[in-house]
């Protein structure tokens, strides 16, 4: 059976097309906060309940002080390196594709890929992606960590939305135009 | 004398940040043609008298069978090798950033950079771009020629406005943030 949950990118990238500078800082993000302005997270959030991360940036969450949250639902983590899991938190070795396929065959809400690069691109690169929600800092970086690497496949999209908010945040909503 | 003139990159990319595939195809921008809709070109076209592109684009342009546009502007072609003026067109070898200085000292209205990829990343190396009118055609195009190099230097934006088109375009239009 395949369920028609869906893997959602929902990511940040500065318009040069970076997550992160070099050093892997996130900082850059701080410019579009805004108190009580969540640009849908929390909305978002609510609708998947299997979560995909890969293991550097779920470690960079855990090295900047804070807890991962989504305790309360299926959160895959990607390593080559097995390790225990550590209540929902499972640390995945296998193959991203399968892992895919598996939770689609389940029952359930969306599929949410919280990065980083290295996992999205894996995904992309399989064709794995439903929708992306991209939003987009007005910066340009002038270098970092690329959100899309070179060498996926092509793949036409659907727009379906985009909205403006007042601290410059351009947020960009696809889905893949062939599903 | 510093005029108010600005420079704008006015351009399309793919998602993924494209300007044209590896061999150097625009065809991906046919998904977005639509009778009647020209995404403001014609308007910004006449904000504008003067043209900056790299020889690269403007011969790929000519190859295409098109016959270079914006004949009534001052069209500067960026080379390396020194060739007579065309009309208007003038073959431009000397240094970038003299020209924007240039033409920045001269009362006019705006200043296109119609690309590629070469110019644009000069221009923004040097800082020299003062508006970003961006185009995001709905697709991944996987691998291409792409607007944003590494190694320049970081710029924050102010977002001016989003426009969402029937076709799956999203424009973005910027100006820096300093200014």
């Known amino acids: 059976m395949i369920t028609d949950r869906k893997v959602i990118l929902y990511i940040s990238m500065s318009l040069d097309g970076y997550i992160a500078t070099k050093d892997n800082s996130l900082d850059f993000l701080s410019m579009v906060e805004q108190e009580g302005e969540d640009y849908g997270y929390n ?4 609708s998947v309940d299997a979560v995909i991360i890969g293991r550097k940036t779920y470690e960079k969450v855990i090295a900047m002080g804070y807890e991962y949250p989504h ?12 390790t225990p899991s550590i209540g929902n938190f499972k640390f995945y070795t296998d193959d991203l594709s399968q892992l895919v396929a598996h939770l689609k065959s389940q029952q359930g809400k969306n599929i949410y890929c919280d990065g980083g ?5 894996e995904l992309m690169k399989n064709n794995l992606v439903d929708e992306f929600i991209i939003s ?19 793949l036409k999209l659907e727009l379906l939305s985009t909205k403006q908010f007042d601290k410059g945040l351009a947020q960009l909503h696809y889905k893949r135009a062939d599903k």
Chains 1, 2 share one sequence.
């Open 117 to 121: 690069a290295e996992i999205a691109n």
């Open 43 to 46: 909305a978002f959030v609510k």
């Open 136 to 154: 987009v800092i007005p910066i340009l970086l002038g270098d970092g960590i690329k959100l899309f690497n070179d060498g996926r496949p092509e």
């Open 71 to 82: 305790t309360e639902k299926d959160v895959y983590i990607l390593t080559r390196t097995a």
